[in-house]
Nanobody, 120 residues
Framework: QVQLVESGGGLVEPGGSLRLSCVASGNINIVYTMGWYRQAPGKQRELVATITRGGSTNYADSVKGRFTISRDNAKNTVYLQMNSLKPEDTAVYYC??????????????WGQGTQVTVSS
């Protein structure tokens, strides 16, 4: 069984920072592209950022210059450093990854989500 577990969400004031982490655990061979998505109340889930195993990144325009995605391949972990947070960043943030185990390929695997609330 392979799973993604997020951590690091919480309540922060506008202009503040948070760092999210997501670890892929289980019987894993390789974790390919990893990413973060978010879903605000009443809205569709949207891309925040992705990072390939080689380190190539892609960001939503709304977070460019404020958020930084990174990963540690040895730890099967992806991070999202969020700076200059705005109330419109409030959402449940989900980790996503493509993972291979010795016998199964898990495309588009999702974590359970972590709440980020930006409010004064």
């Amino acid at each position: 069984q392979v799973q993604l577990v997020e951590s690091g969400g919480g309540l922060v004031e506008p202009g503040g920072s948070l760092r999210l982490s997501c670890v892929a655990s289980g019987n894993i061979n390789i974790v390919y592209t990893m990413g973060w998505y978010r879903q605000a109340p009443g809205k569709q889930r949207e891309l925040v950022a992705t990072i390939t195993r080689g380190g190539s990144t892609n960001y939503a325009d709304s977070v460019k210059g404020r958020f930084t995605i990174s990963r540690d391949n040895a730890k099967n972990t992806v991070y999202l450093q969020m700076n200059s947070l705005k109330p419109e960043d409030t959402a449940v943030y989900y980790c996503n990854a493509d993972v291979s185990s010795p016998y199964t390929y898990y495309p588009n695997l999702w974590g359970q989500g972590t709440q980020v609330t930006v409010s004064s």
